[in-house]
């Protein structure tokens, strides 16, 4: 159990265009969902918490109106990176947890790959 | 704040040989621990964690942990490496009173023939 997948895995979409990553937690509810960024060489950055239902709670630095994040429902969270710029280039993986687990058990997507041309 | 240190970006090994990850956390309160394993362009996954429960952990592949407060420390081992453990491994820590984690830097492991 606790199979978390992202959609689409590899995408490329141009300079001031918008894309949409999908998170989904296949085989149980999740109640909370975390977007990580993960540079090349380098570790995982939280950027936001979104809970469902609420508004997502996003770290020190990290955009908003940027980052648009939706958590709807128990099983989908989707990331929309909107006006897309080179430097959004990234690995993006999300995480979630919620069920009968414990808050801290986190499990990961993935990952997608975001290249901004 | 929760910080997380891991010592040595680069790990190599000989196919065989015994495999130590070094991770130090810092808090006054013991944390919950966790190592994770990435191989490239994939997700995380879970290789064990450490919930204030045993100090020795064992874990997925033949991994163990072993949580020492004195230390702060919470080091990834295996008695054998094997080719297919190159990877990256990033070590984590969450505190009791939410769910975010706070990851370290990550090492790469490269086993070598």
């Known amino acids: 159990g606790a199979v978390v997948s992202q959609h689409p895995s590899w995408v490329i979409c141009k300079s001031g265009t918008s894309v949409k990553i999908e998170c989904r937690s296949l085989?149980?509810?999740?109640?909370?969902m975390f977007w990580y960024r993960q540079f090349p060489k380098q570790s995982l950055m939280l950027m936001a918490t979104?809970?469902?239902?609420?508004?997502?709670?996003?770290e020190q630095g990290v955009e908003k109106d940027k980052f648009l994040i939706n958590h709807a429902s128990l099983t989908l969270s989707t990331l929309t990176v909107t006006s897309a710029h080179p430097e959004d280039s990234s690995f993006y993986i999300c995480?979630?947890?919620?069920?009968?687990?414990?808050?801290?058990?986190?499990?990961f997507g993935p990952g997608t790959r975001l290249t901004v041309t | 704040a929760q910080s997380v240190t891991q010592l040595g970006s680069h790990v190599s090994v000989s196919e065989g040989a015994l495999v130590l990850l070094r991770c130090n956390y810092s808090?006054?309160?013991?944390?919950?621990l966790f190592w994770y394993v990435q191989y490239p362009n994939q997700g995380l996954q879970l290789l064990l964690k450490y919930t204030s429960a045993a100090t020795l952990v064992k874990g997925i592949n033949g991994f163990e942990a072993e949580f020492k407060k004195s230390e702060t420390s919470f080091h990834l081992t295996k008695p054998s490496a094997h080719m297919s453990d190159a990877a990256e491994y990033f070590c984590?820590?969450?505190?009791?009173?939410?769910?975010?984690?706070?990851f370290g830097t990550g090492t790469q492991l490269k086993v070598e023939l």
């Open positions: 984590a820590a969450g505190t009791g009173g939410g769910n975010k984690l706070t």
């Open positions: 085989d149980f509810q999740a109640t909370t």
């Open positions: 995480s979630a947890t919620g069920g009968d687990r414990a808050s801290y058990e986190q499990y």
């Open positions: 808090s006054s309160v013991p944390p919950y």
């Open positions: 979104s809970n469902e239902g609420s508004k997502a709670t996003y």
